[in-house]
């Protein structure tokens, strides 16, 4: 009996060790169908305003890309809010096709990244001058909710991807929004072979992590002045002579901001 049971439990596994992959899929299926009908509900298209063209596009175009949008929301830090987010975009999508019913959304993951980027910025100042007035409030108007930590979080990651170097920041961009994709499929929205997307991306994260620490642990005015000579591209007499100033004095700031690092025991670029 005991014999028995055992080759059948060694039959069970070899079959679904055969079926793995297979099985996988399927549960990446059905996490995918569940979030869309999700989404769905919360987009909550119009249904009476317009015929059901449009929403017929709008919603085969969410059932197809569901997965990555959610992903490029939760790459900006929106993980609370990313159906939020994706419900925004599909609300000003809509108003547009009202206006202009020749139009389609996009369907290139760059497009898309774009779309929700915009959407984000928006939902951030939103959220800032929300979190101002309640600052301005007298004291016993103020609402007891702390303002959205993601704020300072999507400043941090708009500010060290608007100081990479353009192919740098594509390869970094595409990642966040690559959801589960491979990279092989990453690279070949971008053009590149896999190799050269994996070592670019490399380099990338390795230079996004150096500004980090500029950002975290630097005054704005050091923190922009170690970017723009670490990646801007530029020589230090073409830095100095945008900025006013003899290439020695460029050298003593360098020097300053050089030595706070330093003692902020971070490594210290050379």
């Known amino acids: 009996m005991l014999l028995r049971e055992a080759r ?33 509900l919360r987009v909550a298209l119009p249904r009476v305003t317009m015929t059901d ?12 890309h569901a997965r990555a949008l959610h992903a490029i ?12 987010v994706i419900q925004i975009l599909y609300q000003r999508w809509w108003l547009r096709l009202q206006r202009e019913p020749e139009w389609t959304p996009p369907e290139s993951p760059s497009a898309l990244f774009v779309c929700v980027k915009r959407v984000i910025i928006d939902e951030v100042d939103r959220e800032r001058r929300r ?64 190799a050269a997307y994996t070592t670019r991306l490399y380099r990338a994260r390795r230079a996004a992590e150096e500004l980090a620490s500029f950002y975290d642990r630097l005054p704005s005015d ?33 020097r300053d901001a050089r030595d706070a690092l330093r003692h902020a025991g971070t490594a210290v670029p050379s």
């Open 8 to 40: 059948t439990s060694d039959a069970m596994s070899d079959t679904y060790g055969q079926k793995g992959p297979l099985i996988r899929k399927m549960c990446a299926f059905r996490k995918t169908k569940r979030l869309v009908r999700v989404l769905l």
């Open 53 to 64: 063209g449009p929403r017929n596009l709008l919603s085969a175009h969410l059932r197809r």
């Open 73 to 84: 929301a939760c790459g900006f830090g929106r993980h609370r809010d990313a159906d939020d």
């Open 131 to 194: 979190t101002a007035r309640d600052r301005a409030a007298p004291m016993n108007q103020r609402t007891t909710t702390p303002p959205d930590v993601t704020v300072e979080a999507f400043d941090r990651i708009r500010w060290i991807l608007d100081r990479l170097p353009e192919p740098m920041a594509d390869v970094l961009s595409a990642s966040l929004g690559a959801g589960r994709r491979r990279d092989a499929e990453v690279a070949a929205t971008l053009g590149l072979a896999p």
């Open 222 to 254: 050091q923190a922009q002045l170690m970017a723009e000579m670490t990646y801007g591209g530029k020589t230090r007499a073409q830095i100095a002579d945008e900025r006013r100033l003899l290439v020695d004095e460029l050298e003593a700031l360098w």
